[in-house]
């Protein structure tokens, strides 16, 4: 399965955050002003956050909801929120890259699982923190898949 519909509009460049928490409802607000999710599906982005960390590593957090959560998804969906300057996000993480997902049913795992193929390669998440246009994320995407 390849991911959900990326567009431009799925993509934020240069943003700034300076919390986790307001990275986590960034993301989530893209995902709502997409049409993916009920905007309560932000709190249980944030829910997820308390319960394990969806910071991954090499510089990117992966923000989704709970399992309750998938109440709240209207359609599988991904929000892409680039943050060249970082953000916090606890035990001496940095975040440079947000992909937040939601996903209908199983859906999410393979979201997920396509994610993580591209962000485990160190040199295309440097890529995207680094693109000045949401054409050169698009690519990256599309390379993968």
Same mark, same amino acid.
């Given at each position: ?36 999710? !009920? ?28 399992? !309750? ?69 698009? !690519? ?6």
């Amino acid at each position: 399965m390849s991911l959900p519909i990326l567009a431009k509009q799925n993509i934020l460049l240069n943003k700034e955050v300076d919390t986790k928490e307001n990275a986590i409802k960034m993301t989530g607000e893209l995902l709502v002003d997409l049409g993916y999710v !009920e905007p309560s599906y932000i709190d249980r982005m944030l829910e997820r956050e308390e319960l394990t960390s969806t910071y991954m590593g090499n510089f990117v957090a992966i923000p989704h909801g709970t399992e !309750e959560g998938k109440a709240s998804v209207k359609e599988s969906g991904i929000a892409i929120i680039q943050v060249p300057n970082g953000v916090e996000f606890g035990a001496g993480n940095e975040v440079k890259l947000l992909i937040g997902i939601a996903g209908k049913g199983d859906e999410h795992l393979d979201i997920l699982s396509q994610i993580a193929i591209v962000c485990s390669e160190e040199e295309n998440v440097e890529k995207i923190v680094s693109a000045t246009s949401t054409e050169e994320i698009l !690519e990256i995407f599309e390379e993968v898949n």
